[in-house]
């Protein structure tokens, strides 16, 4: 290989460039970037606007000077790409320039879904993903902002919710679905994390989706499928991702949701690649693949990716949606997939302050939701991936101590030891 493009400076195409440059130290590597940032990490976003973060710890991996510098790459900032032609191997820019490559890695992450909302107004909406994103926002809390309606109870939703209430904004959540992260939580949990939202000050309006939108002088009204509606002077909206993936003609590169890869991180397209939030990655759970956007995903694949691009033969092994969210003086940690059937473990501690459920599928944990311990979901997280990945070890030794060090996990291991699902 003597060439290769990286479209996207973000968690994966750092992580590309990076395993790219230590199996080919000869190599030109072109990294297109459509902002003049260093590679930003998402997550943390919310922890700036909130002021819990200077701007400048929003870019965990260095700055671009120092990558530049670091992994000899030559990044082409404030320079998206326009087009890939997947046949020529080809990167199209705004101009029209064309450049052929041995190898290009799609790494252009993902970005807010905007629903077509009837009257969706052009000022005073928020989104949250990049950092122009979190200034934005910011923005508008310094310039005073008397109310805030954040729709989609989504893990960004809530640290939305989070960032606005440090600023002590009046803040309302609303939700099409009966409850707070609805693809992982259960409902005995989310009525304990309900009641304390509400405790703080937080209002909810579950089971009802946006019918249409209207600016007026002094807000936005927003109008609910129920007949109800509420006024608010901004709107956040929080309604999922998209993989942006525009610039592929899905006529030439094969794509679902996002672009389809196996798992050594190849497209439809030989020597083509495609890591993070915009490619489908292996969900192990139920053997699929579905676009997971998260970061120890974009580490990894890009790894893979920039490795295989040059000459290696890595995989990615698969994954499944975990995550662990601090939030108003919370911590729920919800693994796997709440739509799994089966038996339900629970267990509260005596003191009431803890709740663990887990739901038992085919033998084996389907999902797990934590309230208020997160010291032990990697632990738990790793030994339900091996589990899934068919492995009957139990607990390693320090896995274990960990464990057992801890007043839940010794709980869980009575309540596993006396289930279907463990052998610890
Ligand atoms: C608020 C929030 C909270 C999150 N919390 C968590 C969490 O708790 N745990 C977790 O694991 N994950 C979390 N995530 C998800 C995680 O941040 C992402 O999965 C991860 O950052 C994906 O990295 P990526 O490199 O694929 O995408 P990105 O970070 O989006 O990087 C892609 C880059 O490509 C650029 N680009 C796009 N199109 C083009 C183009 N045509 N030309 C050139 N450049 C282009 C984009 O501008 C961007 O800079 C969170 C995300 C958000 C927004």
Not at 110 to 139: E, Q
Not at 140 to 159: D, M, N, T
Not at 324 to 336: A, E, K, P, Q, S
Not at 385 to 400: A, C, M, Q, W, Y
Request: charged share 20%.
């Amino acid at each position: 290989m003597k060439n290769a493009a990286i479209i996207g400076f973000g968690c994966a195409g750092y992580h590309a460039a990076k395993a790219l440059r230590e199996k080919c130290p000869a190599c030109d590597i072109h990294v297109y970037s459509n902002t003049h940032e260093a590679p930003a990490n998402p997550m943390l976003t919310t922890y700036y606007v909130a002021g819990k973060l200077p701007r400048s710890g929003v870019f965990p991996l260095g700055t671009k000077e120092e990558i530049v510098s670091s992994l000899n790459i030559r990044l082409h900032e404030d320079t998206p790409v326009k087009r890939v032609l997947a046949e020529k191997r080809a990167v199209v820019l705004e101009d029209g320039t064309e450049t052929v490559y041995d190898e290009i890695i799609l790494a252009s992450g993902s970005h807010p879904f905007m629903p077509p909302i009837k009257g969706l107004p052009k000022r005073n909406v928020y989104v949250m993903r990049t950092v122009d994103d979190a200034d934005l926002l910011l923005n508008a809390i310094h310039g005073g902002i008397s109310s805030a309606l954040v729709i989609g109870a989504s893990w960004v939703g809530i640290k939305v919710v989070e960032a606005l209430a440090a600023h002590q904004v009046p803040t309302t959540m609303a939700d099409m679905a009966p409850r707070i992260f609805p693809t992982a939580i259960l409902p005995d949990v989310a009525d304990v994390i309900h009641a304390r939202l509400e405790a703080k000050g937080i209002s909810l309006l579950f089971g009802r989706g946006i019918d249409s939108m209207e600016e007026q002088e002094d807000g936005i009204v927003c109008r609910f499928s129920d007949g109800t509606s509420i006024k608010t002077q901004i709107v956040a909206l929080c309604l999922g991702l998209r993989p942006s993936i525009s610039y592929l003609d899905p006529a030439e590169i094969k794509i679902n949701r996002g672009v389809v890869v196996d798992m050594k991180m190849r497209t439809s397209v030989p020597h083509i690649y495609a890591v993070g939030d915009c490619c489908e990655a292996k969900e192990i759970i139920h053997d699929q693949y579905v676009v997971v956007n998260l970061w120890a995903n974009a580490v990894r694949q890009g790894t893979v990716a920039g490795s295989n691009a040059a000459g290696g033969d890595e995989s990615f092994q698969g994954n499944f949606t975990h995550n662990i969210t601090h939030f108003l003086g919370m911590d729920f940690i919800g693994i796997g997939d709440n739509r799994a059937q089966g038996d339900i473990l629970a267990y509260e501690s005596p003191s009431g302050d803890v709740m663990f459920r887990a739901i038992i599928e085919n033998g084996k944990i389907a999902c797990i939701n934590i309230l208020d311990n997160y010291k032990i979901s990697g632990v738990l997280k790793n030994y339900m991936i091996k589990r899934v990945l068919g492995s009957d070890e139990p607990f390693d030794d320090k896995s274990r101590v960990r464990i057992m060090e801890d007043p839940l996990g010794r709980a869980l291991v009575d309540l596993l030891e006396t289930s279907a699902a463990s052998d610890i």
